[in-house]
């Protein structure tokens, strides 16, 4: 089988799990108890934030460990939200993950906040204009989201944070999956705040963090023993902090050399896609785009039976965000794009890990068009129909 999900999970690499497994065995004591192996636990966990830190270019005290992703966003959003409302206007990309979105949701149902969700071109990309129109002195905070998790659009979020920062609003961006391929300096970014999670590195399920930048005030979502300096109370996941720091060091280590081999095997398996099935649509931007996804959508296929036929052939990919599977509705962001409801039911996304081949990649192509001709083929023939081509 070739995994082609990695924007859902990755799987856990085996150099992650090495250096957690003393943290579940013998240094295993509450980093919060005043005893030996408490404060060893508390020793290690202290030296994840440093190495964190170190990688992201902010200092220690700004990293606040989280259970995942979700909880990142909830803490960011609704953190500083309320604990300076200002006006109680946000402004968000139309694109960005349900973890942010139905956080904002929350916000306006139950705290009264007016939602200003920003359009995007036909490639998911936020113009600056588009952007620096929509501030003004009663905007909270401005949330648009790093990579998009479905199409694979990467917005400019240093001009972006830009636009807020001159405009005096905090600017905060998910960025669960840029991790392992994009540039993470906060400083260089210019983010007020930053959400990532581990799993999409190589961690097992239930890691995260939250980069808060010193000083902004933001009031915690979880209440209880006052961790993490009293923005996120709960025993602290040592294990997990300890794997997520590795995790990081080795995709972002590998980012400059993975990079430009990924870019070129992306573009080859977008290429024979594109080449072998009549009528293909590759969604998201061309060029501003991860160089770990491509996502197509092919109208009048069932997207559906491509994904059947796909794994049927060895390769397991989705149709898009894991957190709407099961959903019998199109996807909000490929409609945001400007895809009918039909051609938005046809997606079918394929990413993947630095770990994953050009041979891989290939073999991807090939089932990828392989499944669309034999999903063609059986519905014209239940149709009574023929094809003349792909």
Not at 38 to 49: F, N
Not at 77 to 99: F, M, N
Not at 256 to 271: C, N
Not at 303 to 317: H, M
Request: proline share 4%; glycine share 12%.
């Amino acid at each position: 089988m070739i995994y082609l999900d990695a924007a859902a999970t990755a799987p856990a690499r085996r150099e992650v799990l090495e250096e957690m497994w003393p943290l579940l065995t013998a240094t295993f004591g509450n980093p919060s108890s005043h005893h030996t192996y408490g404060e060893a636990a508390a020793a290690e966990l202290s030296r994840a934030r440093s190495r964190i830190a170190a990688l992201l270019g902010c200092r220690p005290s700004e990293i606040v460990f989280t259970s995942g992703g979700t909880e990142a966003n909830n803490l960011a959003l609704k953190g500083i939200a309320l604990a300076a409302p200002r006006g109680r206007h946000i402004v968000a990309s139309a694109i960005e993950h349900p973890a942010v979105l139905d956080v904002l949701a929350y916000l306006r149902r139950f705290h009264g906040f007016r939602i200003t969700l920003l359009p995007v071109s036909g490639t998911g990309l936020v113009a600056e204009s588009t952007l620096a129109a929509a501030l003004d002195d009663s905007t909270t905070l401005c949330t648009v989201m790093y990579a998009n998790n479905e199409v694979g659009t990467v917005q400019d979020v240093e001009a972006l944070a830009g636009v807020c920062r001159r405009a005096g609003v905090p600017f905060h961006s998910d960025a669960v999956q840029a991790a392992g391929w994009l540039p993470l300096e906060v400083g260089r970014l210019g983010v007020t705040a930053l959400s990532l999670s581990g799993h999409k590195l190589g961690t097992p399920k239930g890691t995260g963090l939250l980069y808060l930048r010193g000083g902004t005030p933001c009031e915690p979502v979880l209440h209880g023993g006052g961790q993490e300096r009293g923005r996120r109370s709960g025993t602290e996941n040592v294990a997990g902090a300890v794997g997520l720091a590795r995790a990081l060091e080795l995709a972002q280590g590998s980012l400059p050399a993975a990079g430009v081999a990924a870019v070129t095997a992306r573009d080859a398996l977008v290429s024979s896609v594109l080449a072998g099935v009549t009528g293909a649509v590759l969604t998201g931007d061309p060029d501003h785009r991860l160089a770990n996804l491509a996502s197509f959508c092919f109208p009048g296929v069932n997207g559906e039976a491509v994904l059947l036929e796909l794994e049927r052939r060895g390769v397991v990919c989705s149709s898009g965000s894991a957190c709407a599977a099961g959903s019998t509705e199109p996807s909000a962001v490929l409609l945001a794009l400007g895809l009918d409801e039909e051609t938005a039911s046809t997606a079918v996304r394929l990413s993947w890990t630095q770990a994953t081949t050009p041979d891989d990649l290939e073999a991807a192509a090939g089932a990828v068009v392989a499944s669309v001709r034999a999903v063609r083929s059986l519905g014209a023939a239940r149709s009574g129909g023929s094809l003349t081509g792909a």
